[in-house]
């Protein structure tokens, strides 16, 4: 399949129901427009149902007699009807006539279809039938309410003049967007009362984050509303769990330092033991953990000082691929595996950027370390490119081994501090879990991003660095 058939975007229906899905206050205006309509049809069709049942008995003596006023008025009492006076009641009133018989047949609007209860209905339809929509009765019920029948064999007919309904679709119109605006303003007040959801969101991924600088928003403090209280329940807890952390930080940094003295003490009495043949041994076994006690321990208290809320870096010009040529000599003088297990590939050109050279030192020596453990028996040797930031002004830096990479389930986990994908922690394997961490705290210390992914084969780890 193409990528283009791959990327192709969703119907807009199914994005609209995805948006009602997601989105209470959508839910919660549709509600609202779902209730108002239902409670118009309700009312609409209790008040016709109303009129219809209770108020025909008591119109239909009213419009008998009305009737027979229009009739004699037209008649002149019974006699000869008279088109003249029919045209003044029907510019008076919005009513039409209709004059049946021997010596005048006259219509008052000729351009208008006849009334429904004159018109050839089927068999069948009798009272209340699909053709009785007000509810008046039957064909003989409308023939004796507006028709009469004068002395000399005339027949006059009313009805209503269409033509004066003609403001209806206006009104229509009209009442469809007064339904608008009240559904606008709905959605507008809902959107208003359920906006703290939003700054409650927002709240929670920047505690999420380990900012508590910047509390949540409470509208309203001194008598908040649900959200309200809730905002104020999430702070109160943010604010605890920053002080917890800052306790935890407070302690590993104090007994950091104070493992220095003994540590630094045990490694003195270590190195004036005699250098014989039976005690050397134990003796580099005993330097060999002394000093990695010491880089664990600095390795904390440098993780600790990263993520402080005020990291200090000294930022000076440096030359990335300088740089890592320069640990990259470094690690062949430790391991001489490294100088022909490592393969730096450098763009030219490369401008100075404002970076801490001892901490991006720090980083690239944890990342080719750890590369250089879990990918040193491969075929193929580590790759370490430096090249710049496409996005902007900024060094990306980009370490890949060829080793077995690591189950993606536990992606996500790589850079926390303690975590190693290897349960068993053996001596080999090398590390307590600080490595990754430590390089993505330097990258977030300079406003990058550090991100990891199995390249297959190996794991590649991807460092932006950008400039002051």
């Known amino acids: 399949m193409s990528t283009a058939a791959t990327s192709t975007p969703a119907p807009w229906y199914r994005r609209a129901l995805h948006a009602l899905r997601c989105s209470l206050k959508l839910r919660m205006v549709l509600v609202f427009l779902l209730l108002a309509t239902a409670m118009s049809f309700t009312f609409i069709s209790g008040a016709q149902k ?9 119109a239909r003596p009213l419009l008998m007699d009305y009737v027979d006023r229009l009739a004699h008025e037209v008649s002149a009492g019974g006699g000869v009807p008279s088109t003249e006076r029919a045209r003044a009641i029907t510019q008076r009133l919005p009513i039409t006539i209709d004059i049946i018989g021997p010596q005048v047949k006259w219509r008052s609007h000729p351009d208008q279809e006849r009334p429904r209860w004159l018109r050839d209905r089927p068999q069948g339809f009798g009272r209340d039938g699909p053709g009785d929509d007000a509810g008046w009765g039957d064909d003989q019920d409308w023939q004796q309410l507006l028709q009469r029948t004068t002395a000399d064999g005339h027949r006059i007919e009313f009805g209503l003049n269409e033509a004066a309904f003609e403001r209806r679709p206006k009104l229509i119109g009209y009442t469809l967007t007064a339904l ?18 939003d700054d409650i969101r927002q709240g929670a991924l920047r505690f999420g984050a380990g900012e508590f600088g910047q509390p949540i928003p409470v509208r309203h403090p001194r008598g908040p509303d649900e959200l309200g209280e809730l905002a104020a329940t999430i702070n109160t807890m943010g ?30 009495n270590t190195e004036l033991l005699p250098e014989t043949d ?16 010491a880089r664990l321990i600095s390795d904390l208290l440098e993780s600790e000082r990263l993520a402080g809320r005020h990291a200090a ?11 890592a040529r320069e640990v990259i000599d470094e690690l062949a003088a430790t391991q001489p595996a490294a100088r022909q297990g490592i393969v730096l590939h450098a763009t030219s050109g490369l401008p100075a950027l404002a970076l801490d050279r001892i901490r991006v030192r720090l980083l690239l020596r944890n990342l080719l370390g750890n590369a250089l453990r ?3 028996g491969a075929a193929q040797p580590v790759e370490l490119h430096v090249r710049p930031w496409a996005a902007g002004q900024g060094v990306e830096l980009e370490v890949r081994d060829h080793g077995p990479g690591v189950p993606d389930d536990q992606l996500p986990h790589l850079g926390q501090a303690f975590f190693r994908p290897d349960t068993a922690r053996t001596r080999s394997a090398g590390g307590v879990g600080l490595g990754l961490y430590l390089c993505r705290l330097v990258a977030q210390a300079h406003g990058g991003t550090f991100a990891v992914r199995n390249a297959r084969p190996g794991l590649a780890v991807t460092v932006v660095l950008p400039g002051a």
């Open 50 to 58: 109303a009129f219809s049942v209770g108020w025909r008995e008591a």
């Open 180 to 197: 608008l605006v009240l559904t606008l303003l709905a959605y507008l007040y809902v959107r208003r009362l359920l906006r703290p959801l």
């Open 239 to 268: 604010q605890d769990i920053n002080q917890m952390l800052e306790a935890q930080r407070a302690l590993l940094l104090a007994i950091s330092h104070e493992l220095r003295s003994p540590l630094t003490r045990a490694r003195l």
């Open 278 to 293: 039976e005690i050397a041994p134990q003796r580099e076994a005993l330097l060999r953990d002394l000093s990695e006690m």
């Open 313 to 323: 870096l000294h930022r000076e010009p440096t030359d990335a691929a300088a740089l």
């Open 374 to 376: 879990h990918g040193g």
